[in-house]
């Protein structure tokens, strides 16, 4: 497993720096094509998490581009299990293609901001799934204490695990307009934490914010 994130590094460098490539999802579709030898498809999943940017703890009103579903409006129904939640994904893709290999990606809401022992059966579960083959979990940087953490360390150790941080911008003056309501060193803190424990990390960002070149 090491390996592979190791592999996804080189591949991601050696990509951007060979300008006739495109750079992004594509890129990363053909490391994973070649990887797992099929194409890879994210199932999106809604474990029914909230936000503190949603429920009161740093605000109501959440970020201003962020939908009523947390954005993940096209996540599966929270109200079935995950497993239950996979197969209905892997029901439309093979509608199109059979025989494709799955990331579980955890994206409505903020999908480490709970109890660990909730996060732990989720994602335990999502992961025991034979056709899943990466763990994604979308969250906010201030919301990983130790203790999750520690949660995600150990399960990179059974499959992948990819952490995809929600940043947007770098500007604090942008940061504050939309809502955000972490400063970038709680950022900076959280890549060197999640980096340190070896799990792969993706930024999320909105390109041309207002005010921004
Ligand atoms: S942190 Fe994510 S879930 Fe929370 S309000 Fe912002 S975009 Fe929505």
Request: glycine share 8%; with cysteine; net charge positive.
């Amino acid at each position: 497993m090491q390996q592979i994130k190791t592999d996804l590094r080189v591949y991601k460098q050696r990509n951007f720096m060979d300008k006739s490539k495109t750079p992004g999802r594509l890129m990363v579709n053909e490391y994973l094509k070649q990887k797992y030898g099929c194409k890879v498809y994210r199932i999106a999943l809604n474990g029914g998490f909230t936000c503190p940017n949603r429920d009161g703890s740093l605000g109501t009103r959440g970020c201003i581009f962020c939908s009523a579903g947390g954005s993940g409006d096209f996540a599966e129904d929270p109200k079935v299990s995950i497993t239950q939640q996979i197969e209905a994904g892997k029901k439309r893709v093979e509608k199109k293609v059979k025989n494709g290999k799955y990331i579980a990606y955890f994206q409505a809401f903020t999908n480490t901001y709970g109890p660990v022992e909730k996060l732990r059966k989720l994602f335990t579960e999502a992961i025991e799934h034979p056709d899943i083959v990466i763990l994604s979990v979308a969250t906010r940087p201030d919301c990983l204490p130790d203790e999750v953490l520690d949660l995600l360390e150990e399960l990179n150790r059974i499959k992948p695990v990819w952490v995809e941080l929600g940043l947007q911008t770098i500007h604090e003056k942008t940061a504050e307009y939309i809502r955000r309501g972490y400063p970038l060193k709680v950022y900076d803190e959280a890549v060197r934490k999640l980096k340190e424990r070896n799990l792969e990390v993706i930024t999320h960002v909105i390109l041309g914010l207002p005010g921004e070149t």
